[in-house]
């Protein structure tokens, strides 16, 4: 596919957009950096759609969670599903001819094998989770081939053992710079209300939609002209177990989330990586209402940005009236507007790969 400088980016993407959308945040700042280097993506499941909204390009791989655990492949054999695997890999491999592979988190096991056994350079993103020992049993046998680690957050969060820490850098939040809108004039008779649950693909999210929908439906009778947007992720399922009957507007996808959350009185999420990274950019009142995840710990990093930030509250509760309540005072609250560096983990990262490609 020619003779260019090519970087391929896989993101794990099979419950929620965060990974995709880092790694897309390294591959437009490699394009600030240097226009002809190609930034592929090799991808799983749809949430390639916030690709093609980015202009990014994609090789679509089956899903590894389709032919190992789905009935669907079950009339192929153990062997022969992954042969399979192990031959589309290898095939977008060949035809790619990548200089640096860059993985996010937990790659398709079937194409990190055919990038380790065609010795191509690996760069890892690593960021903060539960328990740091289990990811990296998890990943073992490939930590050898990795050339780069980075770390999307402020120096020393983590702690590597030190055969990591070498080829570490922390780089700081990775997050995309939301697109600039004109300010919407503020009427506190009519706050702008905004549901995210990232990507929407987690089991168990539509029960967080359900709440915040209630909540939504008790905050009219305070507020009859209050508009709530309820963004549900290009990933969710459970259309049919959603509450929707409060007249929120719902969509299934918002490519410049940032942007959306920019234009809103106060944002009701979860407490995702990027979610909270993009909420602590631009100084929009939210709510965490943090879930429980098998890596991540949302609870947590909800708990210190309400810390460090004035702009976040903490919901642990699950009654929509008590949520409804939090939110009337919130929304009630002055708090001043600090502003925030634009953070350049992306950038920062992009120039780290960049030197790897000389």
Known sequence: MGTGRTVLFHPLNHVGLGHINR???????????DNSIRTPFVVEESAHVLLDVLGLPYVPLPSGH????????????????????????QSVLRSIAPQLVVFDFLPNRSFADAVVSRGIPIVLR?????CLSAYLTAISDLL?????????????????????????????????RPVPMSALDTDPTAPRIVISG???GY???VKFYNLALKAIADLRHRYPALKSLLIVGPLFRDWSLLAAGDGSTIIPFEPDTASTFAQADLVICQAGYNTVAELE?????????????QWDDQFARAE????????????????????ANVAVDFLGEHVANTVIPMASGGMNAAQLICSLLK
């Not at 790694?23 to 950096?33: N, T, V």
């Not at 210190?304 to 949520?323: I, K, Q, S, Y």
């Open 23 to 33: 790694l897309a945040a390294i591959a437009l700042a490699l394009h600030e950096l």
């Open 66 to 89: 389709a032919i190992n655990d789905s009935i669907a492949w079950a009339s192929w054999t153990e062997d022969e599903r992954s042969a399979l695997q192990k031959e589309i890999s």
């Open 126 to 130: 690593m960021r903060e989770m539960r």
């Open 144 to 176: 050898t081939a990795v050339k780069l680690i980075v770390v999307p957050h402020p120096e020393g969060t983590i702690r590597l053992p030190e055969a990591l820490a070498t080829k570490s850098r922390f780089v700081g939040q990775i997050v995309r």
């Open 198 to 200: 990232g990507g929407g």
């Open 203 to 205: 089991p168990g999210t």
């Open 281 to 293: 950019q631009l100084g929009t009142k939210a709510v965490l209402v943090p879930a429980e995840r």
């Open 304 to 323: 210190r940005a309400m810390r460090e930030h004035d702009t976040f509250r903490v919901f642990r509760g699950n009654a929509p009236a008590d949520l």
